[in-house]
């Protein structure tokens, strides 16, 4: 039974190739109109949870309901509701822009409803992933960057109640990355899409996600908003100071406090003070540290 309200439920997730465990025991919930993040290194197994969650791979145990659906046991009806961006592009290079979308799209007009209209008009589509200049070209003209583009318009043609991006952002200059953050963001406000997307870019978690989920080897490290993981592990500042003509660095969780104690006992001996602040960057490297070395268990 699915509680209301949850969109993606996984509960004791294993996966094993061969005699190698890939993930272990991942339990985590998204909930409708939620944008989550799956953050990792290389192999934490990402791809690997995404496509058990898409239908494309059998999990080896463990519950998985999306949409309220086992997707191992998934139909059309349920694919139709399903957004998918691949990581690797399929070839459609003799197509089109605005061509392909309209016919990939022709396939969702059976699912369409009185409250989702599908599929997305193939013009509103490619100016809302920023290719309207590019629509009357063929598909292998397109630069690397702008196949992208495409890739998460084939992924959103269907209007689906759920998407999935693999690394949607591989690849994208800044401008194009800075297009596809506010057409994330332009689907979450409108309140109607889930979105779950892999990334190795933390600004780009902390920007979009409205929870972040950190995955290292098969494991789940944290679970939280942006500001929850920070404070999970509390963040060491780093204060450095000159006094005397010798340079000082301190790592403290409380560097106010530290930096206050230090002018009231060498007042204006303290020269050149610095304090770095701990950012979610370090708060990710600690948090992927600990779950190698065993101590987030
Ligand atoms: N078909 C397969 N057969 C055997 N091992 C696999 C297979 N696919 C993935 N793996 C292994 O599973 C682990 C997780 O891989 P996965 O691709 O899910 O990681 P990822 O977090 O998506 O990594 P990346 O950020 O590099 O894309 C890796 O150790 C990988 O080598």
Known sequence: MTNKGVVVDVDGLRMRYGTTDVLHEVTFRARHGEVLCLLGPNGA???TTIEILEGFRLRSAGRVEVLGTDPAHATESWRARVGV??????????????EL??????????????RVERPW?????????????????????????????????????????????????????PVARREFHALVQNLAAAGETT??????DLH?????????????GGRIAADGTAAELAKQIAGEDEVRWTRAGKRFSRATTESTKFTFELFKRYGE???D???????LEDTYLSLVHHAESGVAE
């Open 45 to 47: 197994g990402k791809t």
């Open 85 to 98: 961006v691949l990581q690797s592009w399929r070839d459609h290079g003799k197509w089109r822009v605005r």
């Open 101 to 114: 979308l309209a016919h990939l799209g022709s396939y969702y007009a059976p699912y369409s409803s009185e």
């Open 121 to 173: 008009d193939a013009g509103e589509l490619v100016a809302a992933v920023g290719l309207t200049e590019h629509a009357d070209k063929k598909v292998r003209m397109l630069s690397g960057g702008q196949r992208r583009r495409l890739d998460v318009a084939i992924g959103l043609v269907g209007r689906p109640e759920l998407v999935f991006l693999d690394e949607p952002t591989a690849g994208l200059d």
């Open 195 to 200: 979105i779950l997307l892999t990334t190795h």
């Open 204 to 216: 780009e978690a902390e920007k979009l996600a409205d929870r972040i989920l950190v995955l290292d």
């Open 269 to 271: 001996a303290i020269e």
């Open 273 to 279: 003070l610095e304090v770095r602040r701990s950012s």
